[in-house]
């Protein structure tokens, strides 16, 4: 079994910076890649980034450019830096892991930007 936690998110204004972190723990559980998605209020939850063992990187293009997703995933632990937040970037920001025996989710973390 593998649990994820998450943290960083918060309430910050346009043009703002968050980082988002989590961390994964479970005993003898191989990671292929580690990332984060999320979810507005009403809408369906989307791709945000993702980074694969390897260091490969894949962004939705809505984010392209502001945001970084980095990470060790033999440590298994996943990072978000965002910038130039926009209130269109508010929602729940949950972590997301991919090991051979599924997907593993975190409890998500509320990210608000005003305008």
């Known amino acids: 079994q593998v649990q994820l936690v998450e943290s960083g998110g918060g309430l910050v204004q346009t043009g703002e910076s968050l980082r988002l972190s989590c961390a994964a723990s479970g005993n003898r559980i191989s990671l292929n890649s580690m990332g984060w998605y999320r979810q507005a209020p009403g809408k369906q939850r989307e791709l945000v980034a993702t980074?694969?063992?390897?260091?490969?990187?894949n962004y939705a293009d809505s984010v392209k450019g502001r945001f970084t997703v980095s990470g060790d995933i033999n440590k298994k632990t996943v990072y978000l830096q965002m910038n130039s937040l926009a209130p269109e970037d508010t929602a729940v920001y949950y972590c997301?892991?991919?090991?051979?025996?599924?997907?593993?989710w975190g409890q998500g973390t509320q990210v608000t930007v005003s305008s």
């Open positions: 980074i694969t063992r390897g260091g490969l990187t």
């Open positions: 997301n892991a991919v090991g051979y025996s599924g997907h593993y």
